[in-house]
């Protein structure tokens, strides 16, 4: 059973930075991406972020302050990062990691990032 799990979201004032951290245990047969996602208070879940074999991807929102990435220590654990710089207001939202497989699409429970003076 894959599991992702979350860490890194909180509390920012305008202009500062968290790291968003996505753990994943257990082995992920056909990976095609490694995504972050977020849901701003009332509104869709959106794609922020996307990490595949050769590209990246991001929302025209975060591009320039955000980075995606990924270190693979084995086959049987990956975490991968979103970097988030120059927060601002809007960037407040959960935050879901997501891995896209060939025959599994698993979710993150979501950590907060609130973005506020």
């Known amino acids: 059973q894959v599991q992702l799990v979350e860490s890194g979201g909180g509390s920012v004032q305008p202009g500062g930075s968290l790291r968003l951290s996505c753990a994943a245990s257990?082995?992920?047969?056909?990976?095609?991406?490694m995504n972050w996602y977020r849901q701003p208070p009332g509104k869709e879940r959106e794609l922020v972020a996307a990490?595949?074999?050769?590209?990246?991807?991001?929302?025209d929102s975060v591009k320039g302050r955000f980075t995606i990435s990924k270190i693979s220590t084995d086959n049987a654990k990956k975490t991968m990062y979103l970097q988030m710089n120059s927060l601002k207001p809007e960037d407040t939202a959960v935050y879901y990691c997501n891995v896209r497989a060939i025959f599994d699409n698993v979710w993150g429970q979501g950590t907060q990032v609130t973005v506020s003076s």
């Open positions: 990490l595949g074999t050769g590209y990246t991807n991001y929302a």
């Open positions: 257990g082995s992920i047969f056909g990976i095609n991406s």
